[in-house]
């Protein structure tokens, strides 16, 4: 048994956590605040990046323009209900979506659910440590580990989850300056 061996299930959890992350507004536009929005195309719910390109035309500004003008409408409400802080303006080809300078408040709200979510990256982490924590000591009962072996890798189990609460850290931290950033 090797705790390398667990590093896809961290790594698959940091990487969750920044996707989660992602799509919290910063003041700049980016792709990830509207790509999963849900549009209904075609009778089937889909994420909004199934059915539009999204462009960044300037930091204030993004630019949904979907391939097929048909579900222009379906876009536009979707974008609606998502319930952003952006009002789409529609122009028959595309939809032009202008973000709002971010008020003290909401800058506080968003920093508030940046944390709620750390918290859960924190929580996926410490079960990922449980469950291996709990293989290690059924390996120790089984007789397949010696006690000082299950000691030493209590031990590098326990490093490697410090390790990627400061990664979780690092990230939220860099996530809440670029939320304060006016």
Known sequence: MNINDFKEDFGKAIEFYKTDISGLRTGRATSAMVENVVVEAYGVKQPLKAVAS?????????????WDKSVLTNLEKAIREANLGMNPVNDGRG???????????????????????????????RKIREDIKNMILVEEEDKNIAEDEKFRLMEELDKAVKDYNEDIKEIANKKEEEISTV
């Open 54 to 66: 999204i462009n960044i035309l300037d930091p204030k500004t993004l630019m949904l323009d979907p």
């Open 95 to 125: 939809i032009r979506l202008s973000l709002p300078e971010l008020t003290v408040e909401r800058r506080q709200e968003l920093i508030k659910i940046l944390r709620e979510r750390t918290e859960q990256a924190r929580i996926s982490i």
